[in-house]
């Protein structure tokens, strides 16, 4: 029976890979005449301040489009699919991935469900990863060994056209059967209100997050986090790579005791920089 299961749900999608402008534009028009879609992305955020966008996945009830960021010249059409409120997009865990469209194509997607803050409320549990939440309503066991292979390389594997492929093919009918569950205690409108607050929450600069979360109260740090911040930018690498989150502190008290350059090279390793930061530090 399993095995019945796992053919219908793998060939019930036809799946191929969008590589050429026309192509996409083709897609695009096609997609603007859909009320649901599912999506993912797939990027990489290793040594670098913005994400690099590599894949977009998106699935219909016929079918699952693979778009190759990487091979296409154009992507300003994906606007009128993300923005457009009367397409429904399903997402598992969507903060991140709508972090990555709004960083790489400056996009803010509305109207959007996200079946692990669905199936939190509904299994009142932690948060639970698209592998057991595919397993609970389809009693389909998928493979994630490819959660960290190199997107950016072409071509691509049949390993990552399977997995990219997986994790779109499923969501629609999650998305389904969640609604049904939600509507049957009045719930759905609350967690389509949660999920639209991730996409917000996900459509905003990289810096608010993060200077949110170390909960500065002093003018100087806020300065000095925002300095780490725009070097960061401006190099397109991660701020910990200009300084850790621990030498802020002891960044200021340093600047504090007037005798700053030397211990501010010794941290920064670079004097051009530490100049630049006495500079910063000098105007607050």
């Known amino acids: 029976m399993f095995s019945k299961l796992k053919k219908f749900f793998s060939k019930k999608l036809n799946v191929s890979i969008?590589?050429?402008?026309?192509?996409?534009?083709?897609?695009?028009?096609?997609?603007?005449?859909?009320?649901?879609?599912?999506?993912?992305?797939?990027?990489?955020?290793?040594?670098?301040?913005?994400?690099?966008?590599?894949?977009?996945?998106?699935?219909?009830?016929?079918?699952?489009?693979?778009?190759?960021?990487?091979?296409?010249?154009?992507?300003?059409?994906?606007?009128?699919?993300?923005?457009?409120?009367?397409?429904?997009?399903?997402?598992?865990?969507?903060?991140?991935?709508?972090?990555?469209?709004?960083?790489?194509?400056?996009?803010?997607?509305?109207?959007?469900?996200?079946?692990?803050?669905?199936?939190?409320?509904?299994?009142k549990s932690d948060h639970k990863s698209y592998s057991k939440i595919v397993l609970k309503y389809l009693n389909l066991r998928i493979d994630k060994s490819e959660t960290n292979s190199n997107w950016l390389r072409r071509p691509l594997t049949v390993s990552q056209i399977n997995y990219a492929a997986n994790d779109v093919r499923y969501l629609i009918n999650i998305f389904e059967k969640q609604k049904k569950i939600l509507k049957k205690n009045d719930s759905f409108a609350f967690i389509q209100d949660l999920s639209?607050?991730?996409?917000?929450?996900?459509?905003?600069?990289?810096?608010?997050?993060?200077?949110?979360?170390?909960?500065?109260k002093e003018k100087m740090a806020k300065d000095l986090f925002m300095w780490r911040e725009k070097i960061a930018m401006e190099k397109n690498i991660p701020p910990s790579f200009v300084f850790k989150d621990r030498y802020l502190k002891k960044m200021l008290n340093i600047y504090k005791e007037n005798n700053p350059k030397k211990d501010f090279y010794d941290i920064l390793k670079n004097e051009k920089l530490a100049d630049d930061l006495i500079k910063t530090l000098e105007k607050c």
């Open 18 to 123: 969008v590589d050429s402008d026309d192509r996409f534009d083709e897609i695009a028009y096609e997609l603007s005449f859909e009320n649901i879609i599912g999506i993912d992305t797939e990027f990489d955020w290793r040594n670098t301040y913005y994400p690099k966008l590599a894949l977009i996945q998106i699935s219909t009830s016929k079918n699952i489009f693979l778009i190759d960021c990487l091979k296409l010249n154009n992507l300003n059409k994906f606007k009128s699919i993300f923005e457009n409120k009367d397409i429904c997009k399903i997402f598992h865990a969507s903060r991140s991935d709508i972090t990555v469209l709004f960083c790489s194509l400056g996009l803010k997607v509305f109207n959007i469900f996200d079946v692990q803050i669905a199936e939190k409320f509904i299994s």
């Open 196 to 216: 639209n607050k991730e996409a917000i929450l996900g459509s905003q600069e990289l810096y608010i997050p993060r200077l949110k979360k170390l909960k500065f």
